[in-house]
């Protein structure tokens, strides 16, 4: 699929946490670290392939990271779960409406479309309304294939402590955010991938997310040409800890942009 294209890529819109980096309020070496890398707001990416964009999450700095990434269309939205850095900004999507002139299909788990349904209630509700919403087309997803811009993408389904996350598999590339574990039946269909996205979260465990130390094993065990970490915390500045990783492992951060398929080879 990827190789058809001259020009496909990943662009990191978001590479922090929840609250983002800097946090408010917090004066540590990462929050006050005047590397741009160090600034992360919250996670989100866009995949270009050719003239279509398709977008994983809304997050609540969507706006910001459109503007600042020069988005000029969004074609479709994935969403990996509704946890509310991921969603809350939906409503930013209301410009790619007016200038597209056509609704934007959204994809999501049964769990997670609940949620943004009940959320965002004012956008799916069927009355007139004197404001302009966002105009979505809502499509579920489970384990299957789903095709989006006429792209294949496979559903990854992984663990978030109690709850459940899904990344996505496109050609030989995915993107993994906000997980704990990835079971073995997931694992199995991230063989053979040239570009793997983790995520990250810091050094110590936390009962929701995947540490450092366990996101290389996980790295070592699929053997990724490339790895990329991500949802990073104030606990790690991005230049340690970039220089202590394997060559093929690196930090992400805002504004990264990783060529894939025909661009992405050497």
Do not use: W
Not at 37 to 65: E, H, W
Not at 115 to 134: K, N
């Amino acid at each position: 699929m990827l190789d058809t294209f001259e020009h496909a890529s990943i662009l990191v819109l978001g590479s922090g946490t929840s609250v983002g980096v800097p946090m408010i309020g917090c004066r540590c070496k990462v929050c006050t670290s005047h590397d741009p890398r160090d600034k992360r707001l919250r996670p989100s990416v866009l995949l270009r392939f050719g003239d279509k964009r398709v977008l994983i999450d809304t997050s609540p700095d969507f706006r910001a990271q459109a503007l600042r990434f020069g988005i000029d269309r969004v074609d479709a939205i994935l969403y990996t779960h509704s946890h509310a850095d991921h969603i809350l900004g939906l409503d930013d999507v209301r410009p790619f409406n007016f200038l597209q002139k056509q609704d934007i299909p959204i994809y999501a788990s049964a769990e997670a479309l609940h949620v943004i349904e009940q959320t965002f209630r004012y956008v799916f509700d069927a009355g007139p309304s004197e404001s302009s919403r966002p105009r979505l087309t809502r499509h579920l997803f489970d384990t299957d294939p789903i095709f989006v811009c006429g792209f294949e993408f496979h559903p990854i389904r992984a663990s978030h402590g109690k709850g459940t996350v899904h990344g996505f598999r496109f050609g030989d590339c995915a993107y993994l955010t906000d997980h704990s574990d990835i079971p073995l039946e997931s694992r199995e269909k991230l063989t053979g991938l040239d570009v793997l996205f983790l995520d990250a979260l810091r050094h110590n465990p936390h009962p929701t997310h995947s540490t450092v130390e366990e996101s290389l094993k996980t790295v070592d065990s699929l053997e990724p040409k490339r790895a990329y970490f991500t949802h990073i915390s104030h606990d790690l500045l991005h230049a340690t800890v970039e220089d202590r990783l394997p060559a093929h492992v690196h930090m992400a951060y805002d504004g990264l942009e990783i060529p894939i398929g025909r661009s992405g080879h050497v």
